[in-house]
């Protein structure tokens, strides 16, 4: 099946240093890629719906100018969280589908970031 | 986007059948069912989709209604490593090309396996 990896798969930083995140798709193209964060006992929530060459479509509520969405080319994308609180601290997850459709995606093994 | 309902726990013992049902009313037309499985600090990871009535992979079978207002999700014979989260969702197959189509995570249901 389709591989997509995320790195770093935890970090840890001080309050107010940004922290970028890369979600790459390993064996295929994906035009889109999706963005999640998941606190403790809790459901993932899409933050941002990143398509390749263009800007992101971030969720309600979710700061645009606080987590950056870069995606630059079919296999990868970044998130980039700007000056970092602790209350960022998370999981993110990236997700990425395959061109041409499909409701499968294909899930990284997460992110787990602590600010400090 | 179609609601779901889950149950928010389960137990089961090792061995044994597990039947997770999901309700989702308004379910439209063009709606896909589709199952993930998620262990503590990783992704999510795809089991089964479907459109209605049966299907059946290496892993699992969904079972879907005529209504299509609900499904269940079966694993047969369990074991420990099934301990998981398991999220139902319902979500258009199609991609509109603009990558606009979205999962929207229920509140799952949390498996336990029990020796």
């Known amino acids: 099946g389709a591989v997509v990896s995320q790195h770093p798969s935890r970090v840890i930083c001080k309050s107010g240093t940004s922290v970028k995140i890369e979600c790459r798709s390993l064996?295929?193209?994906?035009?889109?890629m999706f963005w999640y964060r998941q606190f403790p006992k809790q459901s993932l929530m899409l933050m941002a719906t990143?398509?390749?060459?263009?800007?992101?479509?971030?969720e309600q509520g979710v700061e645009k100018d606080k987590f950056l969405i870069n995606h630059a080319s079919l296999t990868l994308s970044t998130l980039t969280v700007t000056s970092a609180h602790p209350e960022d601290s998370s999981f993110y997850i990236c997700?990425?589908?395959?061109?041409?459709?499909?409701?499968?995606?294909?899930f990284g093994p997460g992110t787990r970031l602590t600010v400090l | 986007l179609a609601k779901t309902t889950q149950p928010i726990s389960m137990d089961s013992y090792e061995g044994q059948e597990v039947n997770i049902t999901c309700s989702h009313n308004?379910?439209?037309?063009?709606?896909?069912i589709t199952w993930y499985q998620q262990f503590p600090s990783q992704g999510p990871r795809f089991i089964i989709q479907?459109?209605?009535t049966k299907v059946t992979n290496e892993v699992a079978s969904l079972f879907i209604p005529a209504d299509r207002k609900s499904s269940t999700l079966s694993l047969p014979r369990v074991s420990l490593s099934d301990t998981a989260v398991y999220y139902c969702?319902?979500?258009?197959?199609?991609?509109?090309?603009?990558?606009?189509?979205?999962?929207?995570f229920g509140k799952g249901t949390k498996l336990s396996v029990i020796p």
């Open positions: 990143s398509n390749e060459g263009s800007k992101a479509t971030y």
């Open positions: 308004n379910i439209a037309t063009n709606d896909y």
């Open positions: 969702l319902v979500g258009d197959m199609y991609d509109s090309g603009a990558g606009s189509y979205q999962l929207t």
């Open positions: 997700s990425a589908s395959l061109a041409g459709g499909g409701l499968e995606q294909f």
């Open positions: 064996d295929f193209q994906a035009t889109t």
């Open positions: 479907g459109y209605k």
